[in-house]
């Protein structure tokens, strides 16, 4: 609900795993999906999500629903569990720690890319301090897709 509106009704697990709206994505789940604003840009034969530091292949599955949008905005919301963190050089694209919860079998770590700060899940033995550079490899299999007009719910 929102504003005392309901705008998704289904079993917990299809909201979760296929969110109406990018309010619905960032409301459902714990960490919360990270929101971004992004656009879409044409790369001949792929199609990219771009800005705010993040610079993203969009996944065959999504090309046809996207193409529409080319030049345009899409908000894009990922679930922290589509985010994988490394220490290694090299392994996606490259942010700064900004907070590390260890929570026991997990750890939840925010990340800062460019103007983005993204939530990724990662093992509980994730080390990781404050200010450390650490590469974020993004799943956008795993993201939605939204219509930034429509996209409040």
């Known amino acids: 609900m929102r504003s005392g509106r309901l705008l998704q009704y289904d079993a ?6 296929s969110p109406s709206s990018s309010f619905v994505a960032g409301f459902v789940g714990s960490p919360p999906a990270s929101i971004l604003r992004l656009k879409v840009r044409n790369d001949g034969d792929s199609l990219s ?3 705010q530091g993040i610079d993203l292949t969009v996944p065959d599955a999504f090309k046809g629903a996207l ?9 894009v919301a990922i679930r ?3 985010i994988e963190v490394a220490q290694t050089p090299g392994a996606g694209i490259q942010g700064t720690v900004e907070l590390v919860e260890q929570l026991g079998a ?30 974020a490899r993004i799943d956008l299999a795993q993201a939605g897709f939204f219509d930034p007009i429509r996209t409040a719910g």
């Open 80 to 82: 922290p569990e589509g």
């Open 106 to 135: 997990n750890t939840i770590i925010d990340l800062r890319v460019g103007d983005s700060v993204l939530r990724s899940v990662a093992a509980g033995d994730f080390e990781a301090q404050p200010g450390a550079r650490v590469w």
């Open 67 to 75: 193409r529409s949008r080319e030049g345009g905005e899409v908000v």
């Open 49 to 51: 999500v771009v800005g």
């Open 12 to 17: 917990p697990r299809s909201v979760y795993a």
